[in-house]
Antibody, heavy 120, light 108 residues
Framework: QVQLQESGPGLMRPSETLSLTCTVSGASVSSGSYSWSWIRQPPRRGLEWVGY???????RYNPSLKSRVTISVDTSKNQFSLKLRSVTAADTAVYYC????????????WGQGTTVTVSS | EIVLTQSPGTLSLSPGERATLSCRAS???????LAWYQQKPGQAPRLLIY???FRATGIPDRFSGSGSGTDFVLTVSRLEPEDFAVYFCQHYGNSPGTFGQGTKVEIK
């Protein structure tokens, strides 16, 4: 059974770079059988897909965030990570990592989420 | 980008009643790429339905999905106390995958 656990800073200042990590158990991040995604949920709002990393490091990002986002894998730690540059208050959200069998499948397993607050 | 509009925003029902949730897409989407999730307060979303009508692993058969083209429906045949939650539809299969704004099913 695949399990995911997010970790991150909690509180950030505007203009900083957000770095989040998702630790994976029960599967290998280097496997071509999974697509690893980040999804966020601003307070009292809906869900927004941020991007994914797939087999051999292939990535795709939400066009609205593309200029600020990087998603990558660390195979030595069996983790994947999200970096979001130049954060503002609009980036305040619960950030979830999730997995799907491929980039064109639904997200069948989610982490519990980590709250990120951007405030001066 | 495909926009998904869910209705109603809030559904007030009693345990044992039937819940019918709607998800309308701004353009026709493949039924193979429509999912429904359930989210309870303080928890991550949980996949209920994928491919418009296929239940995910471990999902009770009181949950069912249907629809095609631009109109999709999630039905909960008899609400159990644990079913009161927010439900999201999602179109996947391209990038960015988009979510509806959610329907809250609350206890009447």
């Amino acid at each position: 059974q695949v399990q995911l656990q997010e970790s991150g800073p909690g509180l950030m200042r505007p203009s900083e770079t957000l770095s989040l990590t998702c630790t994976v158990s029960g599967a290998s991040v280097s496997s071509g059988s999974y697509s690893w995604s980040w999804i966020r949920q601003p307070p009292r709002r809906g869900l927004e897909w941020v991007g994914y990393v797939y087999y051999a490091g292939s990535t795709r990002y939400n066009p609205s965030l593309k200029s600020r986002v990087t998603i990558s894998v660390d195979t030595s730690k069996n983790q994947f990570s999200l970096k979001l540059r130049s954060v503002t208050a609009a980036d305040t959200a619960v950030y979830y990592c999730a997995v799907s069998p491929s980039p064109i499948d639904a997200f069948d397993i989610w982490g519990q989420g980590t709250t990120v607050t951007v405030s001066s | 980008e495909i926009v998904l509009t869910q209705s109603p925003g809030t559904l007030s029902l009693s345990p044992g009643e039937r819940a019918t949730l709607s998800c309308r897409a701004s353009q026709s989407v493949s039924s193979s790429h429509l999912a429904w999730y359930q989210q309870k307060p303080g928890q991550a979303p949980r996949l209920l339905i994928y491919g418009a009508s296929f239940r995910a692993t471990g999902i009770p058969d009181r949950f069912s999905g249907s629809g095609s083209g631009t109109d999709f429906v999630l039905t909960v045949s008899r609400l159990e106390p644990e079913d009161f939650a927010v439900y999201f539809c999602q179109h996947y299969g391209n990038s960015p995958g988009t979510f509806g704004q959610g329907t809250k099913v609350e206890i009447k």
